[in-house]
């Protein structure tokens, strides 16, 4: 752990939770607040991402560790929302919109995951 690594992290933080905010202010915004709608976007764009980082870096990219620790633990870990998820499932359920909760977290895990494996097989045909 070097102090340029820290850094890395805490840079990528703060440029991933605005993001996160501004994201999901749009998506408010622009499909309604009835439904967490934002949360479910971040989440499954910042693993489809994650995807994208880990597996070029695997096959093709040499980024060092602070880029890589920028990329995931900063900008993704700030970015993507799974406590904020887990709250929105919870809000839900106070709401006894059970329905709702539990089509919010089939689609959450099963596109988060989809984007994340579909991105890595794209780019295992794309760069291998």
Partial sequence: MTPGLLLSVAVGGALGSLMRYL???AAGAWLGAAFPWG???VNVLGSGVMGLVIEGSALRWNIGPEWR???TVGILGGFTTFSTFSLDVALLIERHEM???ALYIVASVAASLGALFGTMLLLRQVMA
Avoid: D
Wanted: proline share 0%.
């Fill in 39 to 41: 949360t479910l976007f």
């Fill in 99 to 101: 329905m709702n909760a």
């Fill in 69 to 71: 620790a920028f990329l």
């Fill in 23 to 25: 994201s999901m202010v």
